[in-house]
Structures are given as structure tokens and as C-alpha cells.
């Protein structure tokens, strides 16, 4: 079985894909400070408690990280307690199919890489891919399957975060459909604004993207995924498809062309 890590910001997923089934996934909180023997019991926790697998089955490891002291530490782990699996970390080097259109290829986090080869390999190109993340990330593809460029836009939890902390008379909210976009209190205003806002952002950004990418908007795909993507998915006029292991997914297809 291949064990998938997607190491994020603030969460990091984790999946086994049963050649291209995923049969099990995890999502846990990145903790920049946990050491590799920490991240191998929190990793053969979640395994051994699994009905359908036990750590002795993983016989290949694929994972993008955005957190360097975490990557760090997962490459020690990989080292002394699966030292016998193979193991696909994608940075440069590896083989990801994907080419880069940017200024400076490096710069791109790995996951949007991932998700772009994902994304194609799925749906074809040109596509959107909006990740709802730590932050709101859209990334173009190309209808060659090139990554062309994206955007960046600070992420749901965080804009709640610091609009708590600056507005005295304001509160975290539990961000669920509010029951009308002209809210008759303050949590009903609140969530308001974060779903119905967050949704015009995306449909906004997409809308432009999807001009630059090609004459024919409408074969644009849009793509979502992202663990924040429930909240305010439904409300995006634009968004075509709502697939949450997009980059689980990916990183399947990497090891393959990697490891085969």
C-alpha cells in the first residue's frame, strides 16, 4: 500500500491508496516542534488503529511538505522506521510531468504542483484548482497541462482569526451557511461575511483567471479541494468539482511516475 502525505501549514492529511483506491485517511494538526519518533508513533497510531491495514503493509511513501523544519523531520523518520519503503519527497529533481511557467520554479510550493498534475491528469486542461488552505491558493493550468501561475489570498480561518482579535465587540464563529446573506445579529453577520465573502472572492479570481487562460471560458475546469472548501463551496458559482483528496491523489501519481 502507499501512504500519501500532504504536510501542510496547519494540517497535515495522510492517506493509503490501495493501488488507486483510497482506503483510509487521517487529518491531524502540523506541529512544527514534533520530532521524527514523535510524527512515527503519531504515524503507526493512526495505522494500527486501522481495520484495514497495519504499518508492515506500506511498501511506498509519497508526500509534499510546505514546512521545512517538518520536512526535516519526516525525512528522519522515513529513514529509521521505513527505511526498507521507498520514498518520494517532491522538490526539485523529482519527476512531476508538470512544467512550470514561472519567474522562479522553485518558489511554488510543492502541493500546488500536485495539485495541478492532479487536476489535469482528472479532468483535463485548462483548469482552476482552488485550494482552501492556511491560505486561499488558485493556481491556472494550461489545456497543455502547464502550470501557468495563481494566486494567493489569506486563507477562511485566518481572516476570522485576526478579525476577532482587531474588532472588540466581534467573536470567533462557527462557520456554517448563514440563514440569509442580510443578517439580523452579529453572528449571523459574521458568518455571513465570511461565506458569501469568500465565495465572491473566489468566483472573482477565477473569472479572470479563466479569461487569461483561453478565449472559451467554459472549458475552463475549476476545480476545489482544501479542508476549509466545505464551508463555503457551495455558495462559488464557479467551482465545477469538489474533490478534498486532490492532492493525495497527485501524489499517487507522482511515486508512480517516479518509482513505477
Not at 485517511?25 to 520530532?35: D, G, K, L, P, Q
Not at 497541462?145 to 489569506?154: K, M, N, R, S, W
Request: charged residues 20%; negative net charge; aromatic residues 4%.
Amino acid at each position: 500500500m502507499l501512504l500519501a502525505i500532504d504536510v501542510g501549514n496547519s494540517q497535515t492529511v495522510l492517506g493509503l491508496f490501495d493501488g488507486e483506491d483510497l482506503t483510509e485517511h487521517w487529518r491531524v494538526s502540523t506541529e512544527a516542534r514534533r520530532t521524527a519518533d514523535e510524527w512515527a508513533v503519531v504515524l503507526q497510531g493512526l495505522i494500527g488503529g486501522s481495520a484495514l491495514t497495519r504499518p508492515g503493509d506500506i511498501d511506498g511513501i509519497a508526500m509534499c511538505c510546505s514546512v521545512p523544519t517538518v520536512q526535516h523531520e519526516m525525512r528522519e523518520m522515513f529513514r529509521r522506521h521505513f527505511g526498507d519503503v521507498p520514498a518520494v519527497i517532491v522538490e526539485p529533481g523529482v519527476k512531476t510531468g508538470v512544467p512550470v511557467r514561472m519567474d522562479n520554479p522553485k518558489e511554488v510550493g510543492s502541493d500546488r504542483i500536485i495539485n495541478a498534475l492532479a487536476a489535469v491528469q482528472l479532468y483535463g486542461g485548462p483548469c482552476v484548482v482552488v485550494d482552501f488552505g492556511t491560505a486561499t491558493t488558485f493556481d491556472a493550468v494550461s489545456v497543455k497541462g502547464e502550470y501557468v501561475g495563481g494566486a494567493i489570498a489569506p486563507g477562511i480561518d485566518i481572516s476570522v482569526e485576526a478579525l476577532s482579535r482587531r474588532g472588540a465587540q466581534l467573536h470567533m464563529v462557527e462557520i456554517v451557511k448563514p440563514r440569509a446573506v442580510i443578517a439580523k445579529n452579529t453572528t449571523e453577520a459574521l458568518r455571513s461575511g465570511i461565506v458569501f465573502g469568500f465565495a465572491g472572492q473566489v468566483d472573482g479570481i477565477v473569472d479572470r483567471m479563466a479569461q487569461d487562460l483561453t478565449a472559451d471560458v467554459d472549458s475552463v475546469t475549476v476545480v476545489a479541494t482544501g479542508g476549509l472548501a466545505p464551508m463555503v463551496v457551495d455558495e462559488c458559482e464557479t467551482v465545477d468539482i469538489h474533490e478534498p483528496w486532490l492532492t493525495l491523489i497527485g501524489l499517487r501519481l507522482v511515486y508512480e511516475r517516479n518509482v513505477g
